[in-house]
């Protein structure tokens, strides 16, 4: 037995009913983590969800901007949210399922400018990613870690990384932050562990390209991260590549792994 899990950077929740209700359907997850969702949390559409049987549903919304949530068929037995950087965005919440602590993450974008400097955007995601560093050492319960950080951090997760390498997500300060995050628990990158580079994997591709798919100028911006410990109980990830061309798609695919039952 095992539980399937789908992370998603939504890119508004309310906008893409249709192809989340085609997720649902094609892939059954018992777990769903959204990114983005773009909703105060008072107004996240839980009827939707518990229609579809997510009946445990942990939110933390923010309007316009931000927010995640996630929608289980299995109970929770814990959830908790960080304040990250104590700005008030909502950027984390955290589920506890089968004994395993499921963190559903929203990284800043960190702005245009990669200069913490001239660019307060990249300065606060710096800080955001340092944040994790520290919260990761401290982590002490069997973990998994989902949802759009905004970082590619190997060569082959972007499709140039020479000339990525001055663009935000790949540039090598992020990378750096990045793995010091990935070194502070030990966490497994799931995916690059089962589909190793040097093999190109995306999971996001912009709305600006006029062909998509033909350019295929994506980046890994989507993760899925495991404690050492339990690492060998995730099984087969994917990028669901396909539910980018859906229609009225968010910029990113969906990002599915099942975990094996404790």
């Not at 105060?40 to 997510?54: I, K, Q």
């Not at 913490?116 to 955001?128: D, G, Q």
């Not at 580079?197 to 890994?220: H, N, Q, T």
């Amino acid at each position: 037995m095992s539980i399937r899990l789908i992370s998603w950077n939504i890119n508004s929740v309310r906008a893409r009913f249709d192809i989340i209700d085609r997720l649902i359907e094609d892939s059954a997850p018992d777990i769903l983590a959204l990114q983005e969702i773009k909703v105060d949390t008072p107004l996240f559409p839980r009827a939707f969800f518990e229609e579809r049987g997510y009946v445990h549903q942990a939110i933390n919304g923010q309007k316009n901007h931000h927010g995640v949530a996630t929608l289980s068929r299995l109970p929770f037995e814990h959830q908790d949210q960080i304040d990250w950087c104590q700005m008030g965005d909502a950027r984390h919440v955290s589920v506890r399922v089968d004994g395993i602590d499921i963190h559903n993450f929203y990284v800043p974008a960190g702005g245009d400018e990669p200069d913490p400097e001239a660019n307060a955007k990249f300065a606060h995601k710096l800080s955001f990613l340092d944040e994790m560093r520290s919260w990761s050492e401290a982590i002490d319960t069997p973990s998994v870690l989902v949802g759009d950080l905004n970082v590619a951090p190997l060569e082959h997760d972007v499709w140039s990384h020479k000339q990525l390498l001055k663009v935000v997500s790949h540039t090598p300060v992020e990378c750096d932050a990045f793995g010091r995050f990935i070194d502070a628990h030990g966490w497994v990158d799931v995916m690059r562990r089962d589909i190793p580079e040097p093999e190109k994997l995306y999971s996001w591709w912009s709305y600006r390209a006029r062909d998509w798919v033909r350019s295929d100028r994506g980046r890994r911006l989507d993760h899925v991260l495991a404690s050492p410990g339990i690492a060998d109980r995730l099984h087969s990830p994917q990028v669901l590549k396909h539910t980018r061309g859906w229609e009225k798609p968010s910029d990113h695919a969906a990002v599915q792994v099942d975990i094996g039952r404790g």
